[in-house]
């Protein structure tokens, strides 16, 4: 196994899927219960559906062991790995990483030490029921609003009472 070939294990599960706004988002985390991976030297990011009514586990992605030596050979796997996702996080993210992902439309978010998965899925659910930071926003909207040239014409038409 490389870090361009990562083992990606997908989860299945019977349950119906649940409706509503929904996100895909990573979680760097060495165990799937503590966020405590940096984004480039990640072993596992974990891919995780979440609506305002649950959060599902959708696969898992093991990279190598890496060592955090600012080499970016390894990030393009690990963003790969991420897509469809729109934000990961993570314990930390260097500088190029960060570009990187925001270059792709993915929100990486920097977790205080003690973080946990769980702790962090609960948040983005509430989140999700009343979206209030812009990265949220923005991932909610369906592609045809957020891709609509007239967009701004709409915003116009409608005034500012700001």
């Not at 490389?2 to 299945?12: D, E, F, I, M, Q």
């Not at 996100?23 to 966020?35: E, R, T």
């Not at 999700?128 to 909610?140: G, N, R």
Request: a neutral charge.
């Amino acid at each position: 196994m490389t870090a361009s070939n990562p083992v990606r294990l997908g989860v299945c599960d019977d349950r119906p899927a649940s409706t509503g706004p929904a996100l895909s988002v990573g979680i760097a985390s060495s165990d799937l219960v503590k966020v405590d991976q940096h984004f480039g030297s990640a072993s596992r990011l974990g891919i995780y559906r979440v609506t305002a009514d649950r959060a599902d586990l959708v696969s898992v992605a093991r990279f190598d062991a890496a060592d955090h030596d600012g080499n970016e050979s390894k990030l393009p796997a690990k963003i790969t790995a991420l897509a469809g996702c729109a934000a990961v996080f993570c314990h930390a993210a260097g500088g190029s990483a960060v570009r990187q992902l925001l270059a792709v439309g993915i929100q990486p978010i920097k977790l205080d030490a003690g973080a946990t998965v769980g702790q962090t899925l609960t948040w983005l659910r509430k989140e999700i029921k009343k979206p209030t930071l812009p990265w949220v926003i923005k991932a909610l909207q369906p592609d045809t609003q957020r891709d609509d040239p007239s967009r701004f014409d709409t915003m116009e038409s409608e005034g500012w009472n700001g």
